[in-house]
Antibody, heavy 118, light 106 residues
Framework: QVKLQQSGAELVKPGASVKLSCKTS????????MSWFKQIPGQSIEWIGM????????GYNQKFKGKATLTVDTSSSTAYMDLSSLTTEDSAVYFC???????????WGQGVMVTVSS | DTVLTQSPALAVSPGERVTISCRAS??????MHWYQQKPGQQPKLLIY???NLESGVPARFSGSGSGTDFTLTIDPVEADDTATYFC?????????FGSGTKLEIK
């Protein structure tokens, strides 16, 4: 069965960077896309961007350009998201999810809490 | 960006019928999808393409609409349906989500 397993919670200092991972199994990662999302607890969900594992091609929500960088490692079927120059406004739960070509997301990781605090 | 507007909260009794609405600021055709999210969990896909039931989701859930106005219906509601429900559009870039409707079962 399809699984997306995200890395553990992160506590990082303002100005630092963090790299989140999303390890997949149960489907052909190398010919699939992966998306990432941000959700501040109690609030809505924001789409950050998408990456195609076949060639590393990316598309970003303009709001997150310069903040998030998406990469993949097809040898381990893992997607990554780097978040840079972190501020307290980046404190949130981040999810990875597999997109269907029609633009909905049928499998989600469990989410990872990133807390930015000095 | 396409703004999706949802009513913030609803409270219903078990066995009742509930409709959750989502209005888009511009047309999204049938590129509207619905998710259920329980506290501390990831979203779960319920409906895709405005009216298609995701595999494994109970037939109590249904969706309708096109253009700018969409509804998610749960009939009958069960206690386990307590959750926040989000709509999401995929017709316009970037993908956007509604603010969520918190459903309480009395």
């Amino acid at each position: 069965q399809v699984k997306l397993q995200q890395s553990g919670a992160e506590l990082v200092k303002p100005g630092a960077s963090v790299k989140l991972s999303c390890k997949t199994s149960g489907y052909t990662f190398s010919t699939s896309y992966m998306s990432w999302f941000k959700q501040i607890p109690g609030q809505s969900i924001e789409w950050i961007g998408m990456i195609y594992a076949g060639d590393g091609g990316t598309g970003y929500n303009q709001k997150f350009k310069g903040k998030a960088t998406l990469t993949v490692d097809t040898s381990s079927s893992t997607a990554y998201m780097d978040l840079s120059s972190l501020t307290t406004e980046d404190s949130a739960v981040y999810f990875c999810a597999r997109p269907h070509w029609e633009g909905y997301f049928d499998y989600w990781g469990q989410g990872v809490m990133v807390t930015v605090s000095s | 960006d396409t703004v999706l507007t949802q009513s913030p909260a609803l409270a219903v009794s078990p066995g009742e019928r509930v409709t959750i609405s989502c209005r888009a600021s511009e047309s999204v055709s049938t590129g509207m999808h619905w998710y259920q999210q329980k506290p501390g969990q990831q979203p779960k896909l319920l409906i895709y393409g405005a009216s298609n039931l995701e595999s494994g989701v109970p037939a109590r859930f249904s969706g309708s609409g096109s253009g700018t106005d969409f509804t998610l219906t749960i009939d009958p509601v069960e206690a386990d349906d307590t959750a926040t429900y989000f709509c999401q559009q995929s017709w316009n870039d970037p993908f956007t989500f509604g603010s969520g409707t918190k459903l309480e079962i009395k």
